[in-house]
């Protein structure tokens, strides 16, 4: 069956985001007197949306006033600085090109919130997407299939017409959860040992192979 409509995963699938939400996380860890992180650890806490990112990468035992207040510090900076070492992974830009020209929808899906999903979105790939759904009031995060039904409703394509596509275990519960085919893409932030561990069957190693995917 043909695919009409694509929906990307944002970190580590569409882009490569890993160094501005670590100078991000440690402008705030370093701000309120707190260890930093490495860019491995920042990479294994990236999934689960802006909270529970700050949540790994806090000490346990603090306040939940002061995390409120690390969270909202975290969230302007990266508000001013997401742009600065993000870039999208070699090929993704022909890929979305491609797919433009073949008329196939593209939707994003992302737990970052609602925002700085457009932001990013925007500024790397205008005119080349249809839809950006993130984090906000109105759309529970993955793996909750909200998102993904929200897309596919607002594009009027059913979900067996629908392929999604990212790099993590969250984004497999996603597409189980509602229904729709997910693929797990090699070039993100888990590799394939443990993907397949969490329920991913089928893999990509590359984003122009995508194309073939589609059909």
Same mark, same amino acid.
């Given at each position: 069956?043909?695919?009409? /409509?694509?929906i *990307?995963?944002?970190? =580590?699938? /569409?882009?490569?985001?890993?160094?501005? $939400?670590? #100078?991000?996380?440690?402008?705030t860890?370093?701000? *309120?007197?707190?260890?930093?992180c490495? /860019?491995?650890?920042?990479?294994?806490? @990236?999934?689960?949306?802006?909270?529970? $990112?700050?949540?790994? &990468?806090?000490?346990?035992?603090?306040? !939940?006033?002061?995390? &409120?207040?690390?969270?909202?510090?975290?969230?302007?900076?990266?508000?001013?600085?997401?742009? !600065?070492?993000t870039?999208?992974?070699?090929?993704?830009?022909?890929?979305?090109? /491609?797919?433009?020209?073949?008329?196939?929808?593209? =939707?994003?899906?992302?737990?970052?919130?609602?925002?700085?999903? !457009?932001?990013?979105?925007?500024?790397?790939? +205008?005119?080349?997407?249809?839809?950006? @759904?993130?984090?906000?009031?109105?759309?529970?995060?993955?793996? +909750?299939?909200?998102g993904?039904?929200?897309?596919?409703?607002?594009?009027?394509?059913?979900?067996?017409?629908?392929?999604?596509? =990212?790099?993590?275990?969250v984004?497999?519960?996603? =597409?189980?959860? &509602?229904? @729709?085919?997910? @693929?797990?893409?090699?070039?993100?932030?888990r590799?394939?040992e443990?993907? +397949?561990?969490?329920? +991913?069957?089928?893999?990509?190693? #590359?984003?122009?192979?995508? &194309?073939?995917?589609?059909?």
């Open positions: 069956m043909k695919r009409r /409509l694509v *990307f995963d944002l970190d =580590g699938t /569409l882009l490569y985001t890993l160094e501005d $939400l670590l #100078n991000s996380v440690n402008f860890l370093d701000l *309120f007197d707190y260890e930093t490495t /860019l491995e650890e920042v990479s294994s806490y @990236v999934g689960n949306g802006i909270e529970q $990112l700050m949540r790994r &990468a806090l000490p346990t035992n603090i306040s !939940e006033k002061e995390f &409120a207040l690390c969270l909202a510090c975290f969230k302007d900076h990266y508000s001013k600085h997401c742009c !600065e070492k870039r999208p992974y070699p090929g993704m830009m022909e890929l979305l090109q /491609l797919l433009k020209s073949r008329d196939i929808k593209v =939707g994003v899906l992302s737990n970052k919130y609602q925002e700085a999903a !457009e932001e990013v979105c925007e500024h790397y790939f +205008a005119g080349l997407y249809d839809i950006v @759904v993130g984090e906000s009031e109105h759309c529970r995060k993955k793996p +909750a299939p909200d993904i039904n929200m897309i596919c409703e607002k594009l009027n394509i059913p979900k067996d017409e629908t392929l999604f596509f =990212g790099d993590s275990e984004d497999v519960k996603t =597409g189980d959860n &509602a229904g @729709v085919y997910c @693929v797990s893409v090699l070039w993100g932030y590799d394939r443990f993907l +397949a561990n969490n329920g +991913a069957h089928v893999f990509v190693k #590359n984003p122009l192979d995508i &194309a073939d995917i589609i059909g």
